[in-house]
């Protein structure tokens, strides 16, 4: 089977983080696939962001890799991340960065936004007993070729629960829900509490980065 990326193929990565397109340069390293940024391409003006339409990490994350192949007319790898908690059916899911709004944006700062997100959290988990307040950080990583067809995908999770009031929030590491997350297996730290090298080798992200890389390399 033949790689899904002609030789020579640079991958634009859809993200304006220049630590995002770091880590992914690392984990990439081996098969010497060149990484840009989005920054890298918008000497023309920034690329409009796409509506997050899906209901699903998976497709979010095509629709992203599909949205910024077609407009850079580049190889395009884009991810979808959130978290999931399973007392509460799944949520806060596709819409983890705005749940305290129920998806909507309004502008707030991203503290005041987290702040809120976390408060709905706990509120709606009161009384839920440790055992049960299982949750997992999701991200869904897709790479689609210039026209927009998504070629590959892969999901990574990290594995933990939501702490109990009282408990957490607690570290000063990290952002969004890392301050209510323990960390399994021992559930002793929170994602906050991490340092950023550990906390890179476990994550969701990582681990889909991972994914996405085996494949490659087994093709």
């Given at each position: 089977m033949n790689s899904p990326l002609p030789p020579g193929t640079t991958l634009a990565l859809a993200t304006g983080n220049p630590h995002k397109v770091q880590e992914m340069r690392a984990i990439f390293a081996d098969l010497r696939i060149p990484i840009i940024g989005l920054a890298?391409?918008?000497a023309g003006g920034p690329i409009p962001e796409p509506a997050e339409t899906g209901d699903t990490f998976e497709a979010n994350s095509a629709l992203k890799a599909a949205w910024y192949a077609r407009r850079t007319?580049?190889?395009?790898?884009?991810d979808d991340s959130g978290l999931e908690i399973d007392a509460l059916g799944g949520r806060p899911g596709v819409i983890s960065s705005h749940y305290s709004?129920?998806?909507?944006?309004t502008g707030a700062a991203r503290a005041e936004r987290d702040a809120a997100n976390n408060a709905r959290?706990?509120?709606e988990l009161?009384?839920?007993p440790p055992e049960r307040r299982a949750a997992r950080f999701v991200c869904v990583m897709s790479i689609a070729d210039p026209e927009g067809r998504v070629v590959l995908q892969r999901r990574g999770e990290f594995e933990g629960r939501i702490g109990l009031p009282g408990q957490v929030p607690r570290g000063s590491h990290g952002f969004g829900y890392d301050p209510l997350f323990l960390v399994a297996p021992d559930f002793v730290r929170t994602g906050a509490?991490?340092?950023e090298s550990e906390k890179n080798a476990r994550s969701?992200?990582?681990?889909?980065?991972r994914l996405i890389a085996s494949a490659?390399?087994?093709?």
């Open positions: 890298d391409l918008t007319g580049m190889w395009c790898l884009a709004t129920d998806g909507r944006e959290v706990l509120r009161q009384g839920v509490e991490l340092a969701h992200r990582g681990a889909a980065a490659l390399r087994s093709v």
